[in-house]
């Protein structure tokens, strides 16, 4: 199945970590030292590279995920590359985002642990294959499952973080993707719940606006989940997880340079520089990057 075509930013395309958004002035200044930050879907793939590149901002990390070992395997991935002699403090807790007592716990435990929360990612999210009609998918395992861990674990980890983050002017990033924007045979799952994350999150600054929110795409990335959901594409994804990575981090730095994109959609792949020079005016003045129906 070849890749579908979307409607874009007229920007430049980026695969890669670019000038722009380079990490390197975070790392090296320690720009989130003693920022508390909650990644959830911490374990592997974007949600590790993103919990990376804050601790070796200098943040204290609170990472989740449904499994201790591959936790403590992300722990200690952490470590490794953070180049400090000193090694970044990360606090790690099991919990299904789809169990709402269970995140209710975990944030709990995180305020008083670190006595408050400055940017929270919602990174968890799941996908079956894109292979058959939803009528032949188990309604329960397949197509609900998916909504439930993409829309209602972003929910929870929303519903429960959102005060604390109030207290601080902090920001929350939720995972979303591009699919989110295009019509895809037989992934109605997945695009049925980003697409209400996307929304989700426009309901986010409106409820919270001292919070800066975001919905992010992070680009195509040959995480496992990935791998299996597109194994009958003719074309395999490209983009690194040090995008999404790196991105967040800009758009979360404090310095409210991209404040004016907060409850809005946004692209790794976009070169945030250009989105900035080139669309910033149109996307403010005329309300862009939001759902909603558009008659030319």
């Known amino acids: 199945m070849s890749r579908p075509q979307f409607e874009n930013l007229p920007v430049t395309v980026r695969h890669d970590v670019y000038p722009a958004i380079s990490p390197e002035s975070y790392f090296s200044g320690s720009s989130f030292r003693d920022k508390?930050?909650?990644?959830?879907?911490?374990?592997?793939?974007?949600?590790?590279?993103?919990?990376?590149?804050?601790?070796?901002?200098?943040?204290?990390?609170?990472?989740?995920?449904?499994?201790?070992?591959?936790?403590?395997?992300?722990?200690?991935?952490?470590?490794?590359?953070?180049?400090?002699?000193?090694?970044?403090?990360?606090f790690s807790d099991v919990a299904d985002v789809t169990d709402t007592n269970a995140i209710a716990e975990v944030v709990r435990k995180v305020v008083d642990n670190?006595?408050?929360?400055?940017?929270?990612?919602?990174?968890?999210?799941?996908?079956?294959?894109?292979?058959?009609?939803?009528?032949?998918?188990?309604?329960?395992v397949d197509w609900w499952k998916t909504v439930e861990v993409n829309l209602r674990g972003v929910y929870n980890v929303a519903h429960y973080s959102l005060p604390h983050l109030e207290k601080t002017n902090g920001a929350f990033v939720a995972v979303s993707s591009m699919a989110a924007q295009i019509n895809l045979p037989f992934a109605s799952a997945y695009v049925v719940s980003k697409a209400a994350l996307n929304r989700f999150v426009e309901y986010v600054s409106i409820e919270h606006p001292g919070v800066k929110s975001f919905s992010v795409h992070p680009g195509s990335i040959q995480t496992e989940m990935a791998l299996a959901v597109l194994s009958n594409w003719e074309s395999v994804p490209v983009d690194t997880l040090q995008l999404p990575a790196a991105t967040i981090l800009k758009l979360t730095d404090g310095s409210g340079r991209f404040?004016?994109?907060?409850?809005?959609?946004v692209s790794a792949n976009w070169d945030l520089e250009e989105v900035e020079r080139d669309w910033k005016e149109k996307i403010v003045n005329e309300g862009l990057l939001v759902t909603r129906i558009v008659v030319d």
Do not use: C
């Open 36 to 90: 508390i930050v909650l990644v959830v879907g911490a374990s592997r793939g974007i949600g590790l590279s993103i919990s990376t590149f804050y601790a070796r901002a200098g943040a204290k990390l609170a990472i989740v995920s449904r499994s201790q070992k591959a936790l403590d395997m992300a722990k200690s991935q952490i470590h490794l590359e953070v180049e400090s002699s000193a090694k970044p403090e990360v």
């Open 114 to 140: 670190y006595g408050r929360l400055d940017i929270v990612v919602a990174n968890a999210g799941t996908s079956s294959p894109w292979d058959k009609p939803f009528v032949k998918t188990d309604p329960d």
């Open 259 to 265: 404040d004016w994109l907060s409850g809005k959609f």
